[in-house]
């Protein structure tokens, strides 16, 4: 018996120490996510407690580079982890079929590629005034993996908010991040939360400023 009792010890720990290595690979962090805001000037459109809708049509501008604006699973990660960030600004939903002051549109992007590579930039406007996303900079991350270029996705997130009465937008935000292909935080309920919560960092952030979020 205490023969049996010394063998299953370290199979115990053995197991212990698998089970830690698995929840850390899950627990993988998305890299480092680069962040663009624009909005208008007066902060009073998003103040705590101003109701807002989700609207799932395309983002004018943005619609050709965020694609993928109709409902599916993916998307739903992503408005669910857009919606979590606007209501931690204090921010309310407000009752499906109802109107509200903000109209939210939502879109998401994922791009695969090989090695080092830039994103076309994307023009957008936010109370009366041009701003460019990706003018010059863009994401150039290689990920290097037996001599060769490991496949990566560029994963995008673009939330816009609107005055529903006038239409006009209060404030733009793009969040992208390269992850390769097979990591854990390349999963659409990962990424769509580090997008998010990197997007609504410090909200509503420096206006026209390109941020780098851990």
């Given at each position: 018996?205490?023969?049996?009792?010394?063998?299953?010890?370290?199979?115990?720990?053995?197991?212990?120490?698998?089970?830690?290595?698995?929840?850390?690979?899950?627990?993988?962090?998305?890299?480092?996510?680069?962040?663009?805001?624009?909005?208008?000037?007066?902060?009073?459109?998003?103040?705590?407690?101003?109701?807002?809708?989700?609207?799932?049509?395309?983002?004018?501008?943005?619609?050709?580079?965020?694609?993928?604006?109709?409902?599916?699973?993916?998307?739903?990660?992503?408005?669910?982890?857009?919606?979590?960030?606007?209501?931690?600004?204090?921010?309310?939903?407000?009752?499906?079929?109802?109107?509200?002051?903000?109209?939210?549109?939502?879109?998401?992007?994922?791009?695969?590629?090989?090695?080092?590579?830039?994103r076309s930039?994307?023009?957008?406007?936010?109370?009366?005034?041009?701003?460019?996303?990706?003018?010059?900079?863009?994401?150039?991350?290689?990920?290097?993996?037996?001599?060769?270029?490991?496949?990566?996705?560029?994963?995008?997130?673009?939330?816009?908010?609107?005055?529903?009465?006038?239409?006009?937008?209060?404030?733009?935000?793009?969040?992208?991040?390269?992850?390769?292909?097979?990591?854990?935080?390349?999963?659409?309920?990962?990424?769509s939360a580090?997008?998010?919560?990197?997007?609504?960092?410090?909200?509503?952030?420096?206006?026209?400023?390109?941020?780098?979020?851990?």
């Open positions: 018996m205490a023969h049996d009792a010394g063998m299953k010890r370290p199979l115990s720990v053995a197991l212990l120490c698998a089970g830690a290595l698995a929840l850390g690979g899950c627990a993988t962090a998305v890299p480092p996510v680069e962040v663009t805001r624009f909005h208008a000037a007066s902060p009073a459109g998003w103040a705590p407690g101003t109701r807002y809708t989700v609207d799932t049509a395309p983002l004018g501008d943005a619609a050709a580079m965020v694609g993928a604006s109709q409902p599916s699973l993916e998307w739903d990660s992503y408005r669910s982890a857009v919606e979590r960030q606007l209501q931690l600004q204090g921010l309310v939903a407000a009752p499906d079929g109802t109107r509200a002051p903000l109209k939210v549109r939502i879109g998401f992007d994922r791009m695969d590629r090989t090695g080092v590579g830039r930039p994307v023009s957008v406007g936010v109370g009366g005034s041009t701003g460019s996303y990706g003018s010059g900079v863009g994401l150039g991350v290689g990920f290097n993996l037996g001599g060769g270029p490991r496949k990566v996705q560029d994963l995008q997130l673009v939330v816009r908010i609107d005055d529903s009465a006038s239409g006009q937008a209060l404030w733009e935000g793009r969040a992208l991040a390269a992850v390769p292909v097979k990591a854990p935080a390349a999963q659409p309920g990962l990424a580090k997008l998010a919560e990197a997007l609504f960092r410090d909200f509503p952030g420096e206006s026209g400023r390109t941020i780098n979020v851990p």
